[in-house]
């Protein structure tokens, strides 16, 4: 089937420990993103890619890092600089077109908790 | 930058009645694209319904649909013949079509939407 996949569901990390959320899809799209959902509000992106070896900062990229070497793959980085990581993290791809009207679908997410 | 805005953090409806949800955003863009999300228990977000802002016709689909008035930049959504599996959160979301903002979904607080039997 085709789809999006982000693995673990579940993410357990101490503090001051890096910790890497895969995300990958089979669907054939070139655009990538993640997004944060803190309880209660909506989503806020991290970092979007809208090609293979290249990606963009969203509205709050301090404290990630990302990266695009595949098409169908692109893991984010949750680094010990981000001072509130506890949070839901959804990944989504579109089909990167001149309009940028695509939609976009959303894998089932990770539930990162810091301890 | 854009900004949603979902003024509904509750709403609750009978099972087989109609509700509507509402969502405001503000852009100074005249090309644009407008969705609604639903975010059930199992928080996979999922494509309700997508609205292209050049097109003055409101979007369908099957029982949901759209009341799109660009000039006063709302962007409600109507769920007819309510059922249990329409309980969610319902996102509104903006996503612009060019400069540096392209390919940007930007989400409005959401809106919890409880069916009662």
């Known amino acids: 089937d085709g789809g999006i996949t982000q693995s673990p569901k579940y993410l357990f990390r101490k503090e001051g420990q890096n910790v890497t959320l895969s995300c990958e899809q089979n669907?054939?799209?070139?655009?990538m993103y993640w997004y944060r959902q803190d309880p209660g509000q909506g989503l806020r992106l991290i970092y979007y890619?809208?090609?293979?070896?290249?990606?963009q900062k969203g509205d709050i990229a301090e404290g990630y890092s990302v990266s695009r070497e595949k098409k169908e793959s692109f893991p984010l980085t949750v680094t010990s600089a981000q001072k509130n990581p506890t949070a839901f993290y959804l990944c989504?791809?579109?089909?990167?077109?001149?309009?940028?009207?695509?939609?976009?679908?959303f894998g089932p997410g990770t539930r990162l908790t810091v301890l | 930058a854009q900004t949603v805005t979902q003024s509904q953090p509750e709403m609750s409806v009978q099972e087989a009645e109609t509700v509507t949800l509402s969502c405001t955003y503000d852009?100074?863009?005249?090309?644009?694209?407008l969705f609604w999300y639903k975010q059930p228990p199992s928080r996979q977000m999922i494509l309700v319904i997508r609205?292209?802002?050049?097109?003055?016709q409101n979007a369908t689909e099957n029982r949901f649909s759209v009341n799109f008035q660009k000039a006063a930049k709302s962007f409600s959504l109507k769920i007819s013949d309510s059922q249990l599996g329409d309980a969610a959160m319902y996102f509104c979301?903006?996503?612009?079509?060019?400069?540096?903002?392209?390919?940007?979904?930007?989400f409005g607080q959401g809106t919890i939407l409880t069916v009662h039997p």
């Open positions: 989504a791809s579109s089909i990167a077109s001149v309009q940028g009207g695509d939609t976009q679908y």
């Open positions: 669907l054939n799209h070139d655009a």
């Open positions: 890619s809208q090609i293979v070896n290249d990606f």
């Open positions: 852009t100074s863009e005249s090309d644009y694209y």
């Open positions: 609205q292209e802002a050049y097109k003055q």
């Open positions: 979301a903006y996503r612009s079509s060019f400069g540096t903002s392209y390919g940007k979904l930007t």
